[in-house]
C-alpha cells in the first residue's frame, strides 16, 4: 500500500499539518486556563461542557463546517453533526469526539479529534475528493462528565443506554439550578433532531484521540489501534457522624466523618489493588468546614475500573468495597457513622468491532509502518465506547508526553498530532470503500 491511501481519483491525500496544528492552538482560546509557561500554548484548558467558552468553541465549529460545505445539524443532546456530502446517499461515516474539558485539563483531549475531523474535510475538499458514502465530523456533549456527571452522557443517550429524560435532568455539580437541558436552551444548541442512532444513524464512528497513559510513548510506538475500552463505575458515598468541639471531645466520643471517609477511601485502593482494578476518589466536600469542629458530613465520588470484558470483576470490587465500608463506618470510628452508597454511572467494558478496528489498523500501518503500530486497550471511557455497541467503530491513539492527561501540561507533538489525523482519515476512506 501507498504510504497514504490513494484516493478515487488515485491522489495522494495527505493533511495539512500546519493547518491542523494552528487550529488545535487557535481553537484554545475558548477556554484556556491554568499558564505554566510564557509560550502562548503553554496553557491548559477549562471548558466546561455547555459554558459560554463551550458555546464559542461549538459556533466556530459550526462556522467552519458550514465553510467547508457541510449540511450541519444538532440534536436534542446538542450533539453536532456536520455532514459532508458522499456520491451515495446513505449513512455517513463519523469522525467524532468532543470540544469539552475537564476543569483542569488539557490541549488535546477531545478537541484534536474534532480539529482532525475538521482537518480531513479541508483536506478531502482542497484535493476535489469524493467519497463513496457522506462523511461526518460530530461533537458528543460532555464527554467529560466533569460538570454534569455523567460521562459519555450524550454518545448513550444517542446508542440508547441513557434515557435522554435523565440526561437531560443531570444538574451541574457546582449549580444544582442549572441541569443539561436548561443549559443546552442557554446556550442555544437544544437541538430538534432526535438523539438517536435509528433516527439519525451513522454507519461507522472513528476517534482521534491521544493516549491519556504512558503505553504508547514506552513501546516508541506512534500509533495506537485502539480494540476497546475497560468498564467503569461511578458511585457517590455520603458519611454522617457527629459535629462536635475539637478541644473538649476524647478520641472515644467522636463520630468523625472524614476519618471515616478517609479510611474507606485508603481501603477502597487496597481492595481495587488486589483485583488488578483502579479506584480513585476525585471530588470530597466536607461540613461544616471549620477547623475545630469534627467534620459531621463528608460526600466523595469513587471511580472504579477494569478492563474485563465481563463485569464480574466490577461486580466483585463493588461488593467487597460495600462490605469493607461498613466494617469501617460500624468500628473504626469510635461511635460509628452512616454511610449511604449510590452507584450514579456505569459504562461497561468494550470491544470494537473488528470492522473498525481493520480499517484503522490497515491505515496505522500504512502511515508510520508495521514496527510503530500497538494495539492498545482504552484506559479511559470515550463516546466511541458508547456507540461501538450500534455500527463498526474504532480509534487511533497517539501518544501523550509522559503519560499525562486530564493536566494542563498534557502534551502531544505537532508531529504526532498530524499522523493521528492522517490515519483517522485513511481510515475513514478505507471504511468508505467498503
Ligand atoms: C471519560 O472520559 C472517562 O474516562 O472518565
Ligand atoms: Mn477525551
Ligand atoms: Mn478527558
Ligand atoms: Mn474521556
Known sequence: RARFLSAAAGNAVSVNADRLNRTIHETCRWGEAHRFGPDPTETGMCRLALTDSDAEARRWFVDEMKAQGCKVSVDQMGNIFAVRKGRKEG???????????????????????????????????????????????????????????????????????????????????????????????????????????????????????????????????????????????????????????????????????????????????EIAKEHRALATTGILTLEPGSTNVIPSSVRFTLDVRHPDIKPDTLDAVERDLIDATFEIALKESELGCDVNWKRTSVANAVQFPPAGVECVKEAGVAVVGEKKVLEIVSGAGHDSCAVSYRCPTSMVFVPSKDGLSHNPREYTSPEDCAIGAQVLLNAVLAYDRR
Open 91 to 269: 449513512a455517513p461515516t463519523a469522525m467524532g469526539s468532543h470540544l469539552d474539558t475537564q476543569p483542569s485539563g488539557g490541549r488535546y483531549d477531545g478537541i484534536l479529534g474534532i480539529i482532525s475531523g475538521v482537518e480531513a474535510v479541508r483536506t478531502l475538499n482542497e484535493h476535489n475528493i469524493e467519497t463513496e458514502y457522506p462523511v461526518a465530523v460530530v461533537n458528543w456533549t460532555n464527554e467529560e462528565g466533569a460538570r454534569f456527571p455523567q460521562s459519555v452522557v450524550s454518545s448513550s443517550v444517542y446508542a440508547g443506554s441513557t434515557p435522554l429524560a435523565d440526561a437531560w435532568a443531570l444538574a451541574d455539580i457546582a449549580d444544582a439550578s442549572k441541569t443539561m437541558k436548561s443549559e443546552l436552551e442557554r446556550i442555544g444548541f437544544l437541538g430538534s433532531v432526535p438523539c438517536s442512532f435509528d433516527a439519525n444513524p451513522i454507519a461507522a464512528h472513528f476517534e482521534l484521540h491521544i493516549e491519556q497513559g504512558p503505553i504508547l510513548e514506552k513501546a516508541k510506538a506512534k500509533v495506537g489501534v485502539v480494540t476497546g475500552g475497560q468498564g467503569y463505575r461511578w458511585y457517590d458515598v455520603q458519611v454522617s457522624g457527629r459535629a462536635a468541639h475539637s478541644g473538649s471531645t476524647p478520641f472515644y466520643s467522636r463520630s468523625d466523618a472524614l476519618l471515616c471517609a478517609a479510611r474507606i477511601i485508603a481501603k477502597s485502593n
